[in-house]
């Protein structure tokens, strides 16, 4: 099956940093790929749309100053978290459409966790 | 976005059990429904899939069931193993791609 991959898997950083995560698609091309945030015992919140060569649709309440979106080739987004703070702590999980594919299943990283000081 | 909670149900069974979860969907316009498991500290892993206009499709040893009628999906796991144990989220699409989650439910298996 389809792979995607993130970067880095666990992240701790200072409150004032930034943070950049990376997910590529290994095997597939994806015009689109989504951003996830999920919090301990809770369900997973979309957070962004990206679409390669355009600008990312965020969600209603997601920052787009604060959590920047760049998908600048078809097996790569990257999502910066600028000017972190302890209540971004959080499980940032991305997936991928398989534009290619039959069906309409998106693949998703095996998460980061990133945990703010 | 659509349904979402603040803590997670749970389901106990016994190993070799049948296991049935069950998820309320919010929009009636979502199209496609999925079933994904995810392992404490990992993402989401695809088990199974329906369209709108089917009532049951079924995998390997599992089977998902929806009824539009009441907005209601559930996914059923046949003897069910320790590995079976996990949080398992459904997941509507609505909009072009947009997948949005359930709550989730957790199932422990018990040996």
């Known amino acids: 099956g389809a792979v995607v991959s993130q970067h880095p898997s666990r992240v701790i950083c200072k409150s004032g940093t930034s943070v950049k995560i990376e997910c590529r698609s290994l095997d597939f091309q994806a015009t689109t790929m989504f951003w996830y945030r999920q919090f301990p015992k809770q369900s997973l919140m979309l957070m962004a749309t990206?679409?390669?060569?355009?600008?990312?649709?965020?969600e209603q309440g997601v920052e787009k100053d604060k959590f920047l979106i760049n998908h600048a080739s078809l097996t790569l987004s990257t999502l910066t978290v600028t000017s972190a703070h302890p209540e971004d702590s959080s499980f940032y999980i991305c997936?991928?459409?398989?534009?290619?594919?039959?069906?309409?299943?998106?693949?998703f990283g095996p998460g980061t966790r990133l945990t703010v000081l | 976005g659509e349904s979402v909670g603040l803590h997670l149900p749970t389901l106990s069974v016994q190993e070799g059990d049948n296991s049935i979860i069950n998820c309320a969907y919010s929009?009636?316009?979502?199209?496609?429904f999925i079933w994904y498991k995810q392992e404490s500290g990992k993402g989401p892993q695809f088990i199974i899939d329906?369209?709108?206009?089917?009532d049951k499709r079924q995998g390997q040893r599992v089977t998902v069931l929806l009824n539009k009628t009441v907005k209601h999906l559930s996914l059923q796991i046949a003897a069910t193993q320790p590995g079976d144990s996990a949080v398992y989220f459904c997941?509507?699409?609505?909009?072009?791609?947009?997948?949005?989650f359930g709550t989730g439910t957790r199932l422990t298996v018990i040996p």
């Open positions: 997941a509507e699409r609505t909009g072009a791609n947009n997948l949005f």
């Open positions: 929009n009636s316009a979502s199209d496609y």
């Open positions: 329906i369209r709108s206009n089917m």
């Open positions: 997936s991928a459409l398989n534009g290619g594919a039959s069906t309409d299943t998106q693949y």
């Open positions: 990206s679409n390669e060569g355009s600008k990312a649709t965020y």
